[in-house]
Structures are given as C-alpha cells and as structure tokens.
C-alpha cells in the first residue's frame, strides 16, 4: 500500500487565491516530487526535490522537502483556471510512491 | 521528440476475457516502468524493467499478469484472465539515468471489465 498521507484530498479555491497542500510518511526518503495530472493524461513531473530543507521553484509553485525528510508542501500561489488538476506527491526509496492525489478545482 | 505512447487508450472487456496494453518508451530510455492506478488513488508500481530484464516484479500479480519486454524497447502487459477488480487506468512510464531517472509518464489505457 501507499506510505504516503496527502492532504487535503479536494479544494476549492478562487482565481487569484495562494493554495498549499502537503505530504507526511512515516519514513524517511532522499527524494520529494511533485506531479500534476490532468483528464485522461499521466502524471507530469512539476518539481524534484533531493536534499532535506531544500525550497525549490518553478513558476507560480513552490515546493520545500521537509528537514525530517518525512515530509514535504507543494504551494501554487495567484491560482488560475488551468491549475486545475490532480496534484501527486510521491517520495523515492528503492521505488517511487504516490500520495493519494491532492484534486484542485479554481472557481472563476 | 515523442513521449511514451500507449494504446489502446481506452478497453472495454468482459470479465474472464484476455487483454493486452503496449508500450512504447521514449527513444533511449533504458527503464520501463507499468503502474497500476485506481479511481481516486495514486499510481502504483507493478513492474520495472532495465533494458529486457524485469528487475523489480514483486507488485505484479504473477497468477492473471505477465509483461514483456523482450529487445528492451517495447513491452507489454498482459491480463489473463481478466476479473472485475482490475478496471483501472494503466500507466507505462520511461526513465534514462542521465535525467535523474525522471519518469516520464504516457497517456495510460483505461481498462473497463464488465
């Protein structure tokens, strides 16, 4: 089963609006990642994270790999319509492991 | 440059009937990866392969599920046979070490067992 504990599972959020959403193990892991999954697509990497308290950016997201190495926090800031998707972590040990999928919806 | 192709991208079969999903990596990459993801879940890995060799099987449910990759480009997975259970998208992704072995992901074939 999945190690991974995302939340929230859903949001709404308004056009313009700073959002986050994190993600806990209990284990610790060398590598972070964030990916967003849009309808009848697979999951496209959004950020790569590899050393513990590291703060990574990528456009309007930003992405930090917990100091315990147990967790990590995705924010996406000024949210527009096409943010909406569904938004994986997923953690690397000997394989790679997805949280449940944080699902984002932007109302206009 | 092509990512990871897949097809079909949608199968709709009854239960006890074979099914079969190909592959094809993006030129170079060495590594290939099936997921399993169910409705409202993340992906979930059930088979790795380097170049022809399945180096990492332990998720596969060896009793209905076999894969391929037989000149380590292409590969498929097989269900045999099929039960209700296993309606779910299937993910093939593809990885090169020279990318920090980024997966990069293809469009996935949503399975339907009636």
């Known amino acids: 089963g999945q190690q991974l504990n995302q939340s929230p599972q859903s949001m709404f959020i308004q056009e313009g609006e700073d959002v986050s959403m994190n993600c806990t193990s209990s284990?610790?892991?060398?590598?972070w990642l964030w990916y967003k999954q849009d309808p009848g697509e697979g999951p496209v990497l959004l950020i790569a994270?590899?050393?513990?308290?590291e703060l990574t950016s990528n456009g309007r997201l930003t992405a930090q790999f917990g100091i315990t190495r147990k967790d990590s926090f995705l924010n996406i800031s000024a949210s527009i319509p096409s943010d909406v998707g569904i938004y994986f972590c997923a953690a690397v040990d000997y394989k790679l492991s997805f949280g449940a999928g944080t699902t984002v919806t932007v109302r206009a | 440059e092509a990512g990871v192709v897949q097809s079909p991208r949608y199968k709709i079969i009854e239960k006890k009937q074979p099914v079969a999903f190909w592959c094809n990596p993006i030129s170079g990459h060495n590594t290939l990866y099936w997921y399993l993801q169910n409705l409202g879940q993340g992906p979930e890995l059930l088979i790795r392969y380097e170049n022809e060799e399945a180096v990492d099987d332990s998720q596969l449910p060896k009793d209905r599920f076999s894969a391929e990759r037989l000149k380590g480009v292409d590969s498929t997975l097989k269900i045999q046979p099929a039960e209700l259970g296993d309606s779910a998208v299937y993910l093939c992704?593809?990885?090169?070490?020279?990318?920090?072995?980024?997966?990069?992901f293809g469009p996935g074939t949503r399975l339907t067992v009636l």
């Open positions: 994270l590899y050393k513990a308290g």
């Open positions: 284990s610790i892991f060398n590598t």
């Open positions: 992704a593809s990885s090169s070490p020279g990318l920090n072995n980024e997966q990069f």
